[in-house]
């Protein structure tokens, strides 16, 4: 385990101190509330729409306000992802009081692509997605609520999140990294890396007419439980699948080579400018990750100036989909740190 400086907190996520006792969905309970009250929220109290982001691209968002929130939370999302997997996290933030705003970043989810091929992962730059970011918060949920955001973030969303936060820090309160794609799996160290892109790119470009696949990669594959890195948790995963079968325009495949150029840039600057990050962060490691890399992940928390960090032992990826044992904890200190962040 790295050592952390003076300002930073590595516990077990079982001495996290709790400021109130949440109404948190169970996996018992969450097949029965998903058709009924789970629903009837999504359908009542969500309020969707879209607007023009970078290059005019059409960026979905939805967003639900309870009556007198205690907080407010933007949310950003993972690579592949979409808001209609997180029906019932909107869900659990109405009944607790607190405000839920959420966008589909570029290129996935309900919001609109660069490239003709819908299913490979493309982007030009990461500061385009920061950049949709910003003007979300400027012109859906500044608008829409008075009170300051806490910012937080999955997976592929971290990245965007710190860039834009960085870059704009009077928007937030605090920021939450979980899982955060500060570095990810397999880690190939840099030459390799270096001239795997330059020569896929060089390559895409005199020999093809749209973005390749990057090695290995392909279009969407509906992958079954049992060969799932991502959650233990066999209902939670059924649900977002099936929330995918339904909705077949938010799948997406494999990453591109300009979108591997554009994270691994992405990655490096978060590393070398995470010294210089304004906000009180709170980052949430999962234990068993095997999508980012969890040393690089903590070496960049390191250089974090005011950060906490929690450790969920025995946790995948999806934090906010795993089993009961390992999701209430971290969803408990998500909620206390951003409410706290709001008194």
Not at 293 to 306: F, G, M, S, T, Y
Request: proline share 5%; aromatic share 10%.
């Amino acid at each position: 385990m790295h050592n952390l400086v003076a300002s930073q907190l590595l516990l077990p996520c079982h001495l996290r101190p709790r400021e109130f006792m949440w109404q948190l969905v169970s996996e018992e309970r969450l097949p029965s509330l998903y058709s009924n009250d789970i629903a009837d929220c999504w359908h009542d109290s969500v309020t969707r729409g879209h607007f023009s982001g970078v290059a005019d691209v059409r960026i979905e968002y939805a967003y639900a306000i309870p009556e007198s929130p205690r907080a407010s939370i933007v949310f950003s999302s993972g690579r592949i992802e979409t808001l209609l997997k997180y029906k019932a996290f909107f869900y659990e933030c109405y009944i607790n009081g607190i405000a839920l705003f959420m966008l589909d970043h570029r290129g996935q989810g309900l919001s609109g692509r660069m490239i003709e091929d819908s299913q490979r992962g493309f982007v030009h730059h990461f500061d385009d997605f920061s950049a949709d970011m910003a003007g979300f918060v400027t012109s859906v949920v500044q608008p829409a609520l008075s009170l300051k955001p806490s910012l937080v973030c999955h997976s592929m969303g971290s990245a965007i999140g710190f860039l834009t936060a960085h870059q704009n820090p009077d928007l937030f309160s605090k920021a939450v990294f979980c899982s955060p794609m500060f570095g990810v799996k397999p880690s190939i160290p840099a030459p390799l890396l270096s001239v795997l892109l330059s020569g896929g790119l060089t390559a895409n470009h005199w020999l093809g007419r749209k973005p390749w696949y990057a090695l290995g990669q392909h279009a969407y594959i509906d992958i079954p439980f049992a060969l799932n890195t991502l959650t233990h948790s066999p209902i939670r995963y059924k649900l977002f699948k099936e929330e995918y079968k339904r909705h077949p325009e938010v799948q997406l495949g494999g990453v591109t080579y300009h979108w591997l150029a554009a994270a691994t840039e992405a990655m490096n600057r978060i590393e070398t400018e995470a010294h210089r990050f304004a906000l009180e962060t709170l980052v949430l490691v999962s234990g068993s990750d095997k999508v980012v890399d969890n040393q690089r992940i903590l070496r960049v928390a390191e250089r974090l100036p005011h950060a906490q960090i929690i450790q969920i032992e025995g946790a995948r990826h999806e934090l906010l989909f795993e089993q009961d044992k390992y999701r209430h904890p971290a969803l408990t200190a998500i909620l206390d740190f951003v409410t706290a962040s709001a008194k």
